[in-house]
């Protein structure tokens, strides 16, 4: 089974759990909303990917930890896009969950899925109960306070923030967590792999802003052009177009340099650099050339 | 040391990891205005005491359960009074977290409370891993879908819902999380404490009916009559005033007389029956003598 499919059929197991003959049907329906049809799974393709680089012995857990991380990355887009932070109508080519479920349901839908990870965590980890408190952390320290993603989030309602900070929370944890996630599901020493996720959760964010900027809002399926009118952070405005770009590419090799000796080394290696390649909107592909 | 005490040094210690000079120092502010000064913290000393009617034999981790309980607890009352679900300009005598940090970020401590409720639990865990994915199981299934307090919740968004139904998901969720989280962390059955909790929550939220129905705002420290503003399910509107303190004293029998042979059980029926009696609002105590 490649990995999108098995991510798919992982993330229809775990939100299974969720809907029920006693659950209020319309939550039911966001949370469904919220996570069908995904984006590129980008995250949750990480996390497999330095698993099996790692041997992938209990691909469970495996599985566990690759789909916490993206109910996670759902639910922190769901409350995102609320009028209170970003006011967005669409995500992911459709209407945002609040557009079509109301604030109440959308609030509630990324609470459930946040609690869905950590339940999901617990039932993939069973096979392996000694690791579990380590992959816990290690998620729940990606998106939480002081520095997770609710952290990054909340560096908004903060003046005179610093890009780099602002990124690294916002975007970078949850790529840290996939990398290190995915070591310890097959058992092996997360520290190694930190890096790695730092460059490709950096790389992502540059990618984003580059996307913000020049991308026509139909390829984005969300409005573009929304971090300038925020005044937010963006690489962009800080090192201009090309400068982004070189950004972007610099992050990548240091990443991929950064994998750690595993049985899976040259494999990882391939997947990172093909994906790497989708990275840079096609526009500035175009430009360049 | 006294439950209170030991549950207030424990909750400090758990709201200490999300605070740290990188946190976002808003949303550490909004964090700690959210769960200080707290309420009578009814759930974790229900969940202390039980664990210590089951021979408390892992104070750290009945901590833990305890903590993440009313973490939890927290976050679900900073996300109800938004304006999008209750509105509540005023929550425990002070103003709502959305009133004094505004909506961003009353969204952002909901949420940074959730993770950090599943972080508490780890850490507190360390000692007997293989009792924690038991404990987070029960922990999350009271907060989250398909019969948390989340979905609870969300019944307030689907027409014709049942008054048992919702209040069961509301209310009673979390107590039967406080008394089978605590009898997990004790290495105890959970089965025959969640009857326990089931009828404490209830009563708790006839009570809360009651006191929506007769209590003045300065008692209560959060506007009264708010239920049947907002058309919602409530034991007064269903059963009137003396038919609902019937139901609460109905409960509380039941509950008492569930209680399962245990090292503490006289001790446990005490603290359960005393605490009972503060339940009552002072007004309906006086209109029925």
Request: aromatic share 4%.
């Amino acid at each position: 089974m490649d990995a999108m499919s098995r991510i798919e059929r992982a993330m229809h197991a775990a939100i299974a759990h969720a809907d029920a003959p006693v659950a209020p049907p319309k939550l039911a329906e966001a949370i469904s909303y919220s996570v069908f049809p995904g984006g590129a799974r980008v995250r949750p393709r990480l996390c497999l990917a330095v698993a099996s680089a790692c041997g992938d012995e209990d691909p469970a857990m495996a599985d566990a930890a690759a789909i916490a991380i993206e109910l996670l990355h759902c639910a922190s887009l769901v409350h995102d896009d609320l009028p209170c932070f970003d006011d967005a109508p669409t995500r992911r080519g459709k209407p945002s969950v609040h557009a079509v479920f109301g604030e109440p349901l959308a609030v509630l839908a990324g609470d459930a899925l946040i609690v869905l990870a950590f339940e999901t965590l617990v039932r993939g980890g069973l096979g392996q109960v000694h690791r579990l408190p380590a992959l816990i952390a290690a998620i729940g320290r990606s998106v939480g306070m002081p520095s997770g993603i609710v952290a990054g989030q909340a560096w908004e309602s903060e003046p005179g923030t610093i890009l780099e900070d602002y990124q690294r929370a916002k975007t970078g944890a949850l790529f840290v967590a996939a990398t290190t996630g995915g070591a310890l599901a097959s058992g092996a020493d997360p520290a190694p792999w930190r890096r790695l996720g730092e460059c490709i959760g950096e790389a992502y964010q540059v990618a984003d802003d580059l996307r913000d900027a020049v991308a026509d809002p139909e390829e984005l399926g969300k409005p573009v052009g929304r971090d300038a009118a925020l005044g937010r952070p963006n690489a962009v405005a800080a090192l201009g177009i090309d400068g982004a770009v070189g950004r972007l590419d610099a992050l990548l090799s240091e990443g991929v340099e950064s994998i750690p000796p595993c049985a899976g080394w040259s494999e990882l290696r391939q997947i990172i650099l093909m994906q790497a390649q989708r990275l840079v909107p096609k526009q500035v592909v175009r430009s360049a050339a």
